[in-house]
Structures are given as C-alpha cells and as structure tokens.
C-alpha cells in the first residue's frame, strides 16, 4: 500500500555513483597504527577503502556521481528542479556544498540546499524529496550522499581510522508514470541523547578552531563503537520492519535489502532479524568502508547496475548513524 499522503507517486529514474582511484588496504594500515589485517577483516568485513586526493572535494565527487545518475535517468541540467545534498564533510561551513554542485551541473534552474543527518542523510533527503515531488511543489529532485572523510579522520586512532572511506552516490526522484515503480514507504527517526557515542567535538559553536586546540583530535570523528553497533542493529531492524509492513511486503517478497555498510556484523545482525536470506542482502562494504551518507547511495547504485534486482521488484533500505538517526524505504523498482 503506497502512502495515503501521497499525490503524485515518486521513483528513482536512475543512480549514479563515484569512487576515488586511490585504495588504502588494511595491510597499509596495519603500518601506521597498532591493528593487523586479521582484526579489521574479522571485526568489520572491510578489506579496503577510497581515499580522495586534495582536488576531490566533497562536491567534486558529488558532482561527477550526479552526471552519471541524471545520465541514467535521463534528465538535463536544464530540467533539474531541486538538489539535496546529504554530507557531515561540506567543502565549507558554508554556502551549502548543493550550491557548488548546482553551479558545477549548470542547473540553474535548480533550488539547492544540504542536510546534515551522518549517516542517514541520504534516506533523509529521499523522504523530503519524495515529499516535495508528491505534493507537486518540484517535478524531481537530484539527492546525493557524499562524503570526504578521509578529511575528519583521527589516523592515529586504531578504533576509527579503520573503519571510514570517501565516495559519492546520486539517486534522480521524479514523478513515476503509472507503470513504473515507486517509493512505497518511507521512515526517519532520531534520539538527540545519544549524540556523545558518535561525534566530531569540535569545529563548531561548541568548539571553535583556535590556535590553541587545533592539534587536540577535536576535528575527527570520535565513537564509542560498541554502544552504537547495538544501537545500530535495533533501530534499523525496526525501522526497516515499519516499511516492510506499511508498504505491504513480507521477507519473501522482498529482492534485496540494502542496508547501511558500516560493519558486516550488524549487516548479518539485521539481515537475520529481518529473515531474509544473506544471498538478497547487498554488501559493498569490503571495498569502500564507511562513506557514511554516501554508503547507501553507493550501494544502491551498484546493486542495480549489478542487477541485483530488476524493473517490478521491492527493495528496502536502511540506515543508521550519528545523531542517532535512523531511517529506511521501501521501494518497488
Ligand atoms: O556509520 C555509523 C554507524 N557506525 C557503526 O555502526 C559502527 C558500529 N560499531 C562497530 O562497527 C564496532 O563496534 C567497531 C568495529 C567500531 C569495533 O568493534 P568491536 O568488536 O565493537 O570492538 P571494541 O570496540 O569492543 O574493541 C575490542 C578490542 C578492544 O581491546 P580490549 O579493550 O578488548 O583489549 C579495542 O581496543 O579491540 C581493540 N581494537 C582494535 N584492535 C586492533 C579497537 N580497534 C582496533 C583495531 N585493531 N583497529
């Protein structure tokens, strides 16, 4: 049952995505701090990751992941009505990473503007997107995870600098003609009182850069790891649960799940709570690490280009990151 609010249905006309060439492995890694390849494979499921080069900007990446989705999709720079950026590494505080892109795509038509939800923020802006085109505010939308990571990395510390990687990923949502596919359901949540397990201190408000502290690891990503791997696992299984079941679909019907690549465990964790086979659960996560919001559209991207799943099947998508935030979709392709 797609969503009662719904006026115009939406679908994703196409995907795009974007990986830097160079690889870091995790026997390189295994030179710089006190791990080994062994700890990160068995831990996570990561066997290596991309790691920008100085002119790959967060927008640089973005940019050359949303040619490739309006490509797929079809769509010009002309038509281009809304972009969305989801991203915690903006080339700058400000203007909005979006406005680089839209200058990039010469989308001038285009209105553009980022969010920041970690790694939810692209299933965040799907929902906000899907919204504007069903009320008929926008007739499509470009949403992008991006992310530049390697940027807000502590390399000195074993427990995260293992764990993230840089990339891009653009989906195009527009109004979906009767016989096409659409997002059936979409669900976002977040519990403000678990900002401290996953954080970057400082940079902000809270704490400007100054001379003083700049050499403090304030400006990298900080995780208590283990607190949010439980968390990870509870609020995807349920989020993932209330698409499911508002969108109609039971574990059999489903193609592909394709959750949020951060560990392979809470991968397993969740494609066993939700019974769905590990064949129909993809995983890319051994290749790029944690992109955080860009992980997701990665994912999707090379799922359906691998043909994970094709034309008429029902995925589901799920994330979950720093905030917390959480959110999940279904999707008839
Ligand atoms: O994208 C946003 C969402 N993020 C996530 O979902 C990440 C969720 N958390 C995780 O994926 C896992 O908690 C980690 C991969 C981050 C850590 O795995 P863990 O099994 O939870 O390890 P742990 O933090 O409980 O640490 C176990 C041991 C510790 O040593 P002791 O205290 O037992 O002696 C750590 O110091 O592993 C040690 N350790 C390492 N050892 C070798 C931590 N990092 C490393 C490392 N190499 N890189």
């Known amino acids: ?30 030179l710089r701090v006190d791990t080994s390849e062994e700890w990160i494979l068995t831990r996570t499921g990561i066997r290596e990751r991309r790691i920008a080069g100085a002119d790959e900007t967060t927008s640089h990446m973005a940019t050359h992941a949303a040619r490739r989705a309006m490509e797929n999709a079809g769509l010009t720079a002309d038509e281009l009505e809304l972009i969305i950026v989801a991203t915690i590494t903006p080339d700058t505080p400000t203007p909005a990473t979006a406005c680089y892109i839209q200058q990039n795509l010469g989308a001038s038509r285009a209105v553009a503007f980022d969010i920041s939800a970690a790694c939810s923020g692209f299933l965040y802006a ?11 505010a926008f007739k499509n939308a470009l949403i992008i995870g991006a992310e530049k990571l390697s940027s807000v990395t502590n390399w000195e510390d074993r427990s995260t600098c293992v764990l ?7 989906a195009v949502l527009r109004v979906a003609a009767a016989d096409e596919g659409a997002i059936l ?33 304030l400006f990298t990503l900080n995780m208590l790891g283990r607190e949010v791997f439980k968390h990870a696992v509870n609020r995807m299984k349920e989020a993932a649960e209330k698409v499911i079941e508002r969108a109609g679909l039971t574990a059999d019907s489903i193609a592909c799940v394709i959750p949020h690549q951060a560990n392979l465990r809470i991968i397993d964790a969740i494609a066993d709570r939700l019974a769905v086979p590990n064949e129909r659960v993809f995983v890319n ?13 990665i994912a999707l991207d090379e799922a359906s280009r691998s043909g994970a799943f094709k034309r008429g099947d029902n995925i589901v998508l799920v994330v979950f990151g720093a905030g917390l935030t959480w959110a999940a979709a279904a999707i008839r392709w």
């Open 185 to 217: 359901a979409t669900e976002m949540g977040t519990d403000g009182n678990l900002t401290h397990l996953l954080k970057i201190p400082g940079g902000g408000t809270a704490c400007p850069i100054t001379a003083a502290n700049v050499n403090d690891h």
């Open 126 to 136: 799907m929902k906000i997107a899907k919204r504007l085109i069903s009320s008929g």
């Open 1 to 30: 049952m797609i969503e009662l609010t719904t006026a115009f249905p939406v679908c994703i006309a196409g995907t795009g995505s974007y990986l830097p060439e160079k690889i870091l492995t995790n026997a390189e890694l295994a």
């Open 164 to 170: 993230f990687g840089d990339g891009a990923g653009a």
């Open 285 to 297: 996560l051994h290749k790029y690490g944690n992109t955080s919001a860009a992980a997701i559209a």
